[in-house]
Each structure stands twice: as structure tokens, then as C-alpha cells.
């Protein structure tokens, strides 16, 4: 059996390997649907606050979140318990908000008590099983809520909540696989910490070790409260470390840590390779046009409902006496038209458009909603486009670019219009402005495009690399 320092630098280089590696795949998955879910999340979140359906958390931008930690999981009280439940749901809001705009997910900040604490905050509501008869209480209570929004007279709020509370189920279980890989990871390197500072300098021998088992542990456990007490106490990992390296079945346990770390051929390969994989960089392009989709549901949920107040309010006898001949001479026409200002992002012109509200919103959420299915890889249209050649998936994604800078342009026009002066002034207060949600639509429009050319750059070295014969 090979000595433990031999095996201590084969543990420390596979690390090192197995590390790059996670980066470029594991975390990076991890940091996108994390912000997928904190997205999806703080739609709901919005829409709940502005029906009053939830009571805002008078002290919520006081407190300053400096770790993560998870809400109150005591019972709900039968007084205020509603009160309670709207607290709870900032607080669980407000820490995702955390975790993905300031928490830096990476091998280096993260430990196996961080990344326990955000496996909990993942199952703090069961968005897998979103249920009015859940035994867990907080999942119970905004499920009722979110059934009450389901029974609203707007159909189009309806679906945009529950498609985001279906994404949040979804991205769960992708977050889930995610982080069970980080873990096993983190594991292997507690591990290796733990024999760099306190069992490689204890002098233990195998027969000590498997003579008196028990005292070994107890003498580990005394200098771990004094040089690694931050880390953690594992004690199952540290009867792991123990037996890899002093039991009876050492070599085959040291064997089996090493293949658990080892990067497959075929992801070496790809790393190694000067070229490209297409069809995986597309669709890697498909995903960061993925968080295109909630900004669109959200802005859209705001548009609904300042036109929903716009023409529920008191008209005017002229206005009235308008709808009235109207209604004369085109009984069937029963469309929602707003004139509004766009401005070509290309040339800087700006022009006036009738713009049909109603089928507006319909092929917006209908657009959004199949954004959201291409992140899932059992979806269909993931599936279609998996499948398709290269060169039709380049095109699908140039013609979903073309159609997202329309409703961007459009969503711009219409949030203008009800700031504008058109709006009578007893309702201009209520006008909801969807300005923020159109930046992180902009951005990420932005973001696609970039990728998109990056991937045609490459693709064009690659190809002139080839005609040179020195490609792979």
C-alpha cells in the first residue's frame, strides 16, 4: 500500500483537477439557475406585495444580510398569522436576494455547512409540492395565497404566477443535482484539510489506529476543537479519513475517493480540444437567453394591470358617448389599442404605433412561456432544439433575438405611455413602471447577442484553422 504522503499529493493534485473542472460546468449551471430561481422568485414575490395579498416588511431594506440563514420555522400564531407569513416570505425572499447578488457561490467561499444552509433555504418552501394540505406550514400558507391569485378576474396574472411558481419547481430539482456534485467535492477536501492540519502531525500508526479505534477519534477530535473548530465537526468523514488511511480496507477506500474525483476522458477531451463543441455552445447561448423570460412575465403583469385600471376607471360623458357609437358601428370589435412612441435602437428613429394590446400580451407570454421550457432538457422544444443542425439552431436563436428586441421595444412604449399625459391625473398614481424589468431584459438580450458573436468568431478560426490542417 503506497505511504500516506503519496496519497495525500495524488488527493491534493485530483483536487486541484476536479476543481477547474466544477467551475466551468457544475457552478456554472449552479450560479444561472440560481438566479433563474431568485428571478422567479421575486416576481411572485412583487405581485403578491402590490394585490396586498402579502403585508409589506416595514423594516425590510434596514436589515443588512451578512450570511445566509433561514427563516422562522416555528408555527405560525393564530393571531397574525397572516402578519407572521408575510414576514417570513420577505425574509425567505430577501435571503435568495443575498445568495445571488452578493453571496459569491465558488469552490472558495463555499463549505459544507454553507452549502447545507442553502440546500434547507431550497426546501424552506416546497415548491416541488406547492400544496394547500402541505404538512409543512409556510409551504401550506402561500399556496392558499397563490391559489387565491389563480381565482382572480385576471386571467393573464393567473397564468404569469403560476408559471413562475411551476419554474421554481422545476429549477429546485437542477439546483438539487447541483449542489449533491459541489458536495461531494467539499467532502474530499474537508477531508484532505483535516490531514494536512491535525492527523498528518499526530504520529498515528496502523496498529494504534486499529487497536483502539475510539481513542484515535477522541484525540482527533481534541485537536480539531483547537486548530479547525470553524470548519465543523463531521464526525462521519472523519471515521472516513480514518479508515482510508489506517483500516484494513485503506487501498481500496483511497481507490474509490480517487475515481469519485477523477474528471471523465470525455470532459478532459473537450478542455483539451482547440476547437469547439457547437451544438453544446449553442445551447449554453440558449440558456443565458433563458432569463429573458422572467423580466418579460413580470413587466407584462404590471402592463396588464395599468390597463386593467386604465379602462375599469369612471369615463368621462364624452368619452362614454364615444365607446357608444363605436360599439354601433363595430359591435365585434372589442380590441384594446394604445398609441405609443418606439424607438429603433439601430437608427435612433422614433415612430407612433397602434399597437393591439390585447393580442400584445398574449404572444408575449406565449413567447416567454417557451423561453422557459427550452432551459428544461426534458422539454420539447429543448428537445427540437438539441436536435437540430447547427446551422437552424444559430437561425432559431437570431429570430428569437429579432422578436424579443420587439416586445422590449414595445414593453418600452407602453410603459412610457401610462407615464405619460395621456393618463387622466386621478389614476396616474397607480400607473405601475416596468423601467427595471426592461434593463434586465436589455441585458440580457445584450448578453445573447454578445455570445452569439463570440461563438460565430470562434467558429470562423476554427474553420480557417482546419483549411490550414492544423486543427484537431
Given at each position: ?75 405560525l400564531p393564530e393571531i397574525d398569522s397572516q402578519q407572521e407569513l408575510s414576514l417570513r416570505f420577505s425574509h425567505y425572499t430577501s435571503q435568495w436576494e443575498f445568495l445571488v447578488k452578493i ?277 420539447l422544444p429543448r428537445k427540437k432544439a438539441a436536435a437540430a443542425d447547427i446551422e437552424k439552431l444559430i437561425k432559431y436563436i437570431e429570430t428569437n433575438l429579432n422578436e424579443l428586441k420587439t ?66
Amino acid at each position: 500500500m503506497e505511504d500516506q504522503r503519496e496519497y495525500f499529493n495524488k488527493l491534493v493534485s485530483a483536487l486541484e483537477i476536479k476543481a477547474e473542472s466544477l467551475e466551468r460546468t457544475a457552478l456554472k449551471n449552479l450560479r444561472n439557475h440560481l438566479q433563474e430561481f431568485e428571478s422567479s422568485l421575486s416576481t411572485i414575490y412583487k405581485f403578491l406585495l402590490e394585490k396586498g395579498m402579502i403585508q409589506k416588511d416595514p423594516y425590510r431594506n434596514e436589515k443588512s444580510i451578512t450570511e445566509l440563514k433561514l427563516p422562522s420555522s416555528e408555527m405560525l400564531p393564530e393571531i397574525d398569522s397572516q402578519q407572521e407569513l408575510s414576514l417570513r416570505f420577505s425574509h425567505y425572499t430577501s435571503q435568495w436576494e443575498f445568495l445571488v447578488k452578493i453571496f459569491h457561490v465558488s469552490l472558495s467561499n463555499l463549505s459544507l455547512k454553507k452549502v447545507h444552509t442553502m440546500m434547507d433555504l431550497l426546501s424552506y418552501i416546497r415548491w416541488t409540492d406547492l400544496s394547500t394540505t402541505s404538512s409543512y406550514q409556510t409551504t401550506r400558507g402561500i399556496a392558499r395565497i397563490l391559489t387565491r391569485v389563480s381565482q382572480m378576474n385576471d386571467p393573464m396574472a393567473g397564468k404569469i404566477i403560476s408559471s413562475s411558481a411551476s419554474n421554481l419547481g422545476k429549477v429546485t430539482y437542477n439546483i438539487k443535482d447541483e449542489l449533491k456534485t459541489v458536495t461531494l467535492f467539499l467532502r474530499e477536501r474537508y477531508k484532505t484539510e483535516v490531514r494536512e492540519n491535525i492527523t498528518s502531525r499526530m504520529k498515528i500508526n496502523v496498529e494504534q489506529y486499529r487497536r483502539k479505534p475510539l481513542s484515535i477519534m477522541d484525540n482527533v477530535k481534541f485537536e480539531f476543537s483547537h486548530k479547525m473548530k470553524a470548519a465543523g465537526w463531521y464526525k462521519e468523514l472523519i471515521s472516513e479519513l480514518l479508515e482510508e488511511d489506517f483500516g484494513t480496507a485503506a487501498e481500496k477506500l483511497r481507490t474509490n475517493v480517487l475515481e469519485i474525483l477523477q474528471v471523465s476522458k470525455t470532459e478532459e477531451k473537450r478542455s483539451k480540444k482547440t476547437g469547439i463543441d457547437e451544438k453544446k455552445a449553442l445551447l449554453q447561448i440558449l440558456d443565458t437567453l433563458g432569463r429573458t423570460s422572467e423580466p418579460i412575465r413580470s413587466a407584462l403583469l404590471r402592463m396588464n394591470e395599468n390597463s386593467r385600471i386604465l379602462n375599469s376607471r369612471k369615463k368621462s360623458f364624452s368619452e362614454r358617448l364615444s365607446e357608444l357609437f363605436s360599439h354601433m358601428f363595430k359591435k365585434s370589435d372589442r380590441r384594446v389599442i394604445y398609441e405609443i412612441i418606439t424607438k429603433d435602437p439601430r437608427t435612433g428613429s422614433v415612430s407612433k404605433e397602434s399597437l393591439n394590446f390585447s393580442d400584445f400580451s398574449s404572444l408575449a407570454i406565449r413567447k416567454a412561456r417557451l423561453i422557459q421550457e427550452l432551459q428544461s432538457a426534458e422539454s420539447l422544444p429543448r428537445k427540437k432544439a438539441a436536435a437540430a443542425d447547427i446551422e437552424k439552431l444559430i437561425k432559431y436563436i437570431e429570430t428569437n433575438l429579432n422578436e424579443l428586441k420587439t416586445i422590449h421595444r414595445r414593453i418600452t412604449g407602453l410603459d412610457k405611455y401610462f407615464q405619460s399625459e395621456e393618463i387622466p391625473p386621478e389614476i396616474k398614481g397607480e400607473m405601475k413602471s416596468s423601467s427595471l424589468n426592461m434593463k434586465s431584459l436589455k441585458s440580457a438580450i445584450s448578453d445573447t447577442i454578445k455570445k452569439l458573436n463570440d461563438f460565430k468568431l470562434k467558429r470562423e478560426e476554427a474553420e480557417q484553422l482546419k483549411k490550414l490542417g492544423i486543427a484537431d
